[in-house]
């Protein structure tokens, strides 16, 4: 009996080396290990003429500048600084041409609304050629980014991945917008199409980093209390547009409009709490959390 449990031992002191072998060969020539896996930001789908298969948004930035549209970015002058980072995040059709100096040059990521893809296509070669670079995630409700065919925003998308087929474009899928939504009346206690508000673009950004981003540099962006100072700067809306049009005032008739309008205050207050949960600044101007 000794003999037979001796023999046992032995080969199993043997074997266990062998099995050690075999399981790091398997680890290594696996092609999709779990990590890799795991990197997919799943609520963010590719838009590839011909694909079948779903294919999501694979990427991770350890630093993200995160660059407002918004007035306030003129004179800021940190545009080098900005191009430093190794992830730059923009939003909709806000150009850097000619305003490098303050906005810097380089964008990795682009989120854009279904309402701004026309003016993207109105200078594709901008956007899509020379930005070849850039990716693209674009949202929009459902009656627009639906697929079969009845979509018309998707199927403008479409036309363009065809056109410009090394250009990464996504969509942010019917279920990541239902999850926008549910965070949106998670931190506020209101039901957004019940208060007839829309989540800006600078939402679903917001969202989008903090998924995608270890530290978010965010530059530009007024906190939810800015316009109530009687000492705030007056800036443009968009520091792109001649038109002027009053960033504070802007601000105000969307958080008090009846149907329609975005909740840029209180999207404000609500970043400044998720700032106190992940590693976020804000710049120009800065914000006492």
């Known amino acids: ?32 290990p779990a990590a890799l896996l795991s990197s997919e930001l799943r609520g963010y789908m590719r838009i590839k003429p011909g694909r079948r298969d779903q294919q999501f948004l694979d990427k991770r930035c350890s630093q993200c500048a995160l660059v407002s549209s918004s007035g306030q970015m003129l004179g800021a002058g940190v545009g080098e600084e900005i191009d430093k980072i190794g992830c730059v995040i923009r939003m909709n059709n806000a150009p850097t041409q000619g305003f490098e100096r303050d906005v810097g040059g380089r964008t990795s990521v ?38 079969d065919g009845q979509g018309r925003v998707f199927n403008i998308l479409l036309k363009i991945a065809k056109k410009y087929p090394d250009v990464r474009i996504y969509a942010v899928t019917r279920e990541k917008i239902q999850y926008c939504d ?75 409009t009846q ?9 404000k207050a609500i970043y400044a709490k998720w700032a106190t949960r992940h590693k976020m600044e804000f710049k120009h101007p800065s914000w006492s959390l």
């Open 1 to 32: 009996m000794k003999c037979l449990l001796h023999h046992w031992l032995c080969l199993i002191s043997l074997s266990l080396p062998l099995l050690f072998w075999f399981g790091y060969v398997i680890r290594r020539d696996d092609p999709t």
């Open 110 to 147: 682009r989120v854009v609304s279904h309402t701004s893809v026309p003016l993207l296509v109105k200078n594709e070669h901008y956007y899509f050629q020379q930005s070849a670079n850039t990716t693209y995630v674009f949202w929009g409700p459902d009656r627009n980014m639906r697929q």
């Open 182 to 256: 549910s965070v949106f009346q998670n931190e506020t206690g209101k039901n957004r199409m019940k208060t007839g508000a829309y989540l800006s673009t600078g939402f679903f950004t917001m969202i989008l980093a903090i998924e995608m981003c270890d530290n978010i540099h965010v530059y530009g962006m007024i906190e939810d209390n800015y316009c109530s100072r009687a000492n705030h700067s007056v800036v443009s809306y968009h520091y792109y547009e001649k038109n002027h049009v009053d960033e504070c005032r802007m601000y105000r008739v969307h958080e008090h």
């Open 259 to 267: 149907r329609g309008g975005h909740r840029f205050i209180t999207e």
